[in-house]
Structures are given as C-alpha cells and as structure tokens.
C-alpha cells in the first residue's frame, strides 16, 4: 500500500489474487488495508496462466529460511496462514491490448519485487 498513490496518479489498477478461501482473502484486505481489488483462484488457474513456482523447497528451502529469520529479527512475525502454502506468487504489470510492462515472479517464499524498479516501468 506505500505505492498506491503513485499507482493512483499513473492511472494503475491495484490487483491481488490469493489462493485461500474470500474469508482469507476479507482477512488480508483488513488487517493491511488493502484498497485494490481482491479475488481468489483457489484452483491456481491464474498462477500457473502466469508461470508461478510452487513447490515444499520453494516455501521451507534455505533461501526462504534465510529471508525469513531476516525479516523476524526485523520484528515481523508470521501469522496464519491461508491457501496453498507451497504456491509462490509474483508481480505484474500489464498495459493496453497484451503488453506485459513488469515481470516478477517469487523463486522461493520471500522473494519479492523491487518496487521502485516496477514504478519506472509504468
């Protein structure tokens, strides 16, 4: 949500899309202040459309354990979980007609975009 402003200005929709149940998803739409529009795909149709990772290694190989001890001596703590937990997400930006601007896909959990990147493509 830090970016959302600067997504507002440049006339950018907001998007996500969990694989959990609507409850979860009302749940993460509350607890971050989510302002996008929010689905869910509990059959990953979207996620494999778009060629995301999934697999055990990719959530609890050492990489994501690296990332995670990280974040948690930085004060996060993870909360509960919802939907497949093995399904890696990523990050896209899509323009007019089938142009694709950005592309991110997570190799492992807690691998995330570099947003400013991301903002210099729209």
Do not use: C
């Amino acid at each position: 949500m830090d970016i959302k402003k600067k997504l507002d200005a440049a006339a950018v929709g907001l998007v996500a899309i969990g694989s959990g149940s609507p409850r979860s998803a009302r749940k993460f739409v509350d607890d971050f202040h989510f302002t996008g529009d929010m689905y869910v795909n509990r059959d990953l149709k979207v996620y494999k459309a778009f060629d995301l990772e999934r697999g055990i290694t990719k959530t609890l190989g050492l990489s994501s354990l690296i990332k995670g001890v990280g974040t948690m001596k930085k004060g996060f703590r993870q909360g509960q979980s919802a939907g497949d937990l093995w399904q890696q997400g990523g990050l896209f930006v899509l323009g007019p007609g089938d142009q694709l601007l950005f592309a991110h896909r997570d190799k492992f959990a807690g691998d995330h975009a570099d947003l400013q990147q991301m903002l210099s493509k729209i």
